[in-house]
């Protein structure tokens, strides 16, 4: 079977556990601000200003940023509030528990990442990911 041919779409969902990484790390970083040699006003205000980026990762971390990953015609794209968006794969990672696409959009410059965990999708379709993402090359 040719690349050409292969057609897989993967619908994501809220992942339990990118909030729980997050709110790991957001903690981690408050219990390490205490022991820093800082005046305790600016204690007060680093734990404020970590407060307010953790709530606002919180509320990202929420609301799904791509709501659909495709494989089309040897082609990436990603579905984001309806609009389908074509993507160059840069990079990836791919582990039993985690993958990680470093993806391009076409009209910027920037990479960016889509992390996904063990509950961002069904079972058998991250399983057929993997298989695709191991066998097809960038």
Not at 77 to 95: F, Y
């Amino acid at each position: 079977m040719k690349s050409t041919e292969l057609s897989f779409s993967l619908v994501l969902k809220r992942s339990r556990w990118m909030v729980a990484y997050v709110m790991l790390l957001y903690s981690g970083l408050i219990v390490g601000l205490w022991y820093l040699p800082l005046p305790t006003a600016w204690q007060w205000l680093a734990l404020l200003l970590l407060l307010v980026c953790c709530y606002r990762s919180c509320r990202a971390r929420m609301s799904l940023a791509v709501d659909f990953l495709q494989y089309r015609q040897g082609s990436w794209g990603i579905i984001r509030g309806g609009v389908s968006v074509p993507i160059e794969l840069r990079g990836l990672t791919v582990w039993p528990w985690l993958i990680v696409l470093n993806y391009r959009l076409e009209q910027c410059r920037w990479e960016q990442s889509l992390v996904l965990f063990d509950d961002s999708a069904r079972p058998d379709s991250l399983r057929q990911l993997r298989v695709i993402l191991r066998h097809l090359p960038l």
